[in-house]
């Protein structure tokens, strides 16, 4: 589904997109979720996150911040989203960074069925068996293209590795989304935002892999209008919400802005 | 009482408001409490709440993110809090959206006698035992006027019930509070803080409905003065403490500008 | 380490700094991290903090929200950067506030070595056996300077207490920084921020006195520039953020404006 599609629906629908997600960036992943029109719900207790997931049109599953009792969350959240056909979403925050984050994406791969894995460079090549370097919660360079491709031939499912350009692979088409800038990288949590309005995308139109590519291309392109009159990365944040806010808004003017290409697998 | 008047108070005495509050809007909830004079604490571990209630002068117990752990600190607070007759306050986020959600808040009632209880329509109206659409912890739609008076006939206390027009209600009085913005509602927190600036409120000036009342017109003023030369909700909500904070600084100037309505209770 | 010197190490370095600390301000930490060039992350699970530690060049334990389990992942991590020689640094939010925030950071100081420990004048005087107010996690006036050299002589240590002016002392010398502005006080987190900024300085440079009085100088200086043009404190806190990036992307700039004095110690 385009993005100016999903918009018009997300503004309609106003559909609930339950996150289990760490408390580094949390707000400003509430706020993203909201500024795309839908509904963001952060409730992660055992006692009710599947009775809250049912209520939901998507799960997003972001490890920034994990221990032992989120991932039993994670866990019984996601299976009882895939009964329900209720797509869900993963970021592995920091894959690759301690053996609990290589091995938490690991089981949760094996026991829920993911729409669609979003996260960096590093990450990606993570889960995709490639070397990486990760040095905390950071990818430190890394091909996203290749990591992309062949993660999603690895997991069967769309993945997107972001960076300065994203690609996004479902194991059949490739597509390069060029839109962002780079303030996106000196804030904490552009990538937690990123996957939150891909979570709100899929409430609506699905994991797929081209509605993936618009919904990073939205937040790039909302990254894009921010930067201008930005005076660093402070203030850019809450114009990214702003930006974010307005594409939403307006979401006729928005497709010859959206830079996607459709590249070819091999 | 009113509102200048607390205002002043809360600049001379600063006194220490206790949050048990969600990871998710907590840093506004802070900051609000912060610009109103009050000073913020978050302690929230079993092994210190009732020893930290102790030094406060008002207790918001706000539901947001809750698990079981959680629920067993805001009742240890809250029953500290009753035995030395500081204010409780609750806000019971999301009650109605799941059985953990909906019967928190009755255990919390009936263990601890709160001064004043805020939410919004449909988590008021779940309280009041009326029928209620919740998405999440969001209200949609709902009569926040016939809310907040069946609940306070029913709870016994004060309860406010937030919305385009608040309303607050001890059973006796009912108070319409016209201040606000649209942009409030589209920020993630705006709920929350308003219930932070009520406890601010209690903490010198009690639980009565006109001071709820004044507290909710102050934060809704607030709201008003912030959305001038916003750019969206990104940016309002930077505004919206800066707002609060001068509005707090300058309490002379505060009364002509609150929109209360004494409002006939049948 | 001069603050310039520091600087130009953590933009090419780009350092891992890896943080245990409250969910109230935990935002703002990771955005400073990030603005000093240095690599935040939060990892805070038993099952990784050792692991995740390893990879860091500095450890941040900042007291803000604390239970048994927290208390268990400092103590591990504490240790672990102990053994491999990463700089340790503490942050005893409201030591002195409840017999938890007491007890918790001289259990710490008992099983782990503190490169720095920076607190505000209330609880660096509890840390040094002296009488202090404090109210919550505010300190309430205080003796900043009595204090830092008290608590440095008695734990052996670099101790800075902040305040209008900051004093940072390590037995043998006696550093005052008068960088600063009062907005800093009117919002949550600039002292967790600035005991991070002390984190991403000893990454690179170790917890001696003068890198330490060079972090809170930085620190200082970005608030000077923050506060121009700021209309309050929710604007300022953003600007705090663009402030601090711009200064540690220009440290040939920088050493005309901190403002240190080194003063006799008795």
Redesign the interface.
């Known amino acids: 589904m385009n993005a100016s599609e999903v918009l018009r629906r997300l503004g309609k629908e106003?559909p609930?997109v339950?996150h289990l997600t760490?408390?580094?960036?949390?707000?400003?992943v509430?706020?993203a979720t909201?500024?795309t029109g839908a509904?963001?719900?952060?409730?992660?207790?055992?006692?009710?996150v599947e009775?809250?997931v049912a209520?939901?049109s998507a799960l997003v599953i972001n490890m920034?911040?994990?221990?032992?009792a989120w991932v039993e969350a994670m866990v019984l959240a996601g299976k009882e989203a895939n009964r329900r056909g209720i797509p869900v979403i993963l970021d592995p925050v920091?894959a690759g960074?301690?053996?609990?984050?290589t091995e938490t994406p690991e089981r949760l791969l094996s026991e829920i069925s993911f729409a669609a894995v979003c996260g960096n460079a590093g990450e990606i090549s993570t889960l995709a068996g490639l070397a990486a370097e990760v040095?905390?919660?950071?990818s430190i360079g890394g091909d996203a293209r290749e990591a992309a491709r062949k993660a999603a031939l690895r997991l069967g499912t769309t993945v997107a590795a972001t960076g300065e350009v994203d690609y996004v692979c479902d194991g059949e088409r490739l597509f390069a989304v060029e839109n962002g800038h780079p303030l996106m990288g000196?804030?904490?949590?552009s990538g937690c935002a990123s996957t939150a309005v891909v979570g709100c995308f899929a409430a609506v139109g699905g994991g797929g892999s081209e509605t993936v590519a618009g919904a990073l291309a939205l937040f790039g392109r909302a990254g894009e209008a921010a930067a201008e009159g930005s005076?660093?990365?402070?203030?850019f944040?809450?114009?990214?919400?702003?930006?974010?806010?307005?594409l939403a808004a307006d979401p006729d003017e928005l497709d010859g802005r959206l830079v996607v290409e459709d590249l070819p697998l091999a």
Not at 186 to 189: E, F, P, S, T, Y
């Open positions: 106003r609930l339950h760490n408390y580094v960036t949390v707000n400003l509430a706020n909201l500024a509904l963001p719900v952060m409730a992660n207790a055992v006692e009710e009775e809250m209520t939901a920034g911040t994990l221990d032992g920091g960074a301690t053996r609990f984050r040095r905390g919660v950071e000196r804030i904490v949590g005076e660093g990365p402070g203030t944040e809450p114009r990214l919400l702003d930006a974010l806010a307005a």
